[in-house]
């Protein structure tokens, strides 16, 4: 990939992907069994461009395939919601608003928290299986240590009008 356009346009690229697209979406649909088999699609796809090939997997329950992400993304969302739901259920129950957004907002943080770092999560479990998806000191590592493997860092203009780190 040379360009952002380049990432968005090449699954178009795959003369079937239409109705490869359409049939693993109606597929998704389907509660629990749709969704690990859309993550198999999904490490499938990986699989493929990794391999320098610009076509789609076919579609199809690709369960084996996904349920190690499924369920190490399933455990992160759980454990991440926990602290905001159960803070913020304690000021319901006892009406207290203030608990409530605090509950929320602690919610809303560890949620954005969880984006950042999954990526991560996905690469590890690609690579190492249900293990290197728990393996947290790794995955803390890969977006907060070197900046050219995707972190985004903060620049600023010098007077001069070169950007620098901050």
Do not use: C
């Not at 090449?10 to 998704?28: S, Y």
């Not at 069994?33 to 391999?51: E, K, L, P, S």
């Amino acid at each position: 990939m040379t360009s952002v356009g380049d990432s968005f346009a090449w699954p178009f690229q795959d003369p079937g992907w239409f109705g490869k697209m359409v049939v693993q979406g109606l597929i998704f649909i389907i509660p629990i069994v749709g969704w690990i088999a859309m993550v198999g699609w999904f490490m499938m796809t990986i699989d493929n461009y990794r391999a320098g090939r610009r076509e789609l997997p076919p579609a199809g329950f690709h369960l084996e395939r996904g349920v190690g992400l499924f369920v190490v993304l399933l455990v992160y969302a759980i454990v991440f919601s926990l602290p905001g739901g159960l803070i913020s259920g304690i000021g319901s129950r006892n009406e207290g608003a203030g608990l409530v957004a605090l509950g929320q907002l602690i919610g809303f943080l560890l949620s954005l928290l969880l984006a950042f770092l999954s990526p991560a999560i996905i690469l590890h479990t690609y690579r190492a299986g249900i293990a290197g998806g728990f393996d947290v000191n790794s995955i803390w590592q890969r977006p907060s240590g070197n900046p050219a493997e995707g972190r985004v860092v903060p620049r600023r203009i010098s007077p001069s009008g070169a950007a620098r780190d901050l």
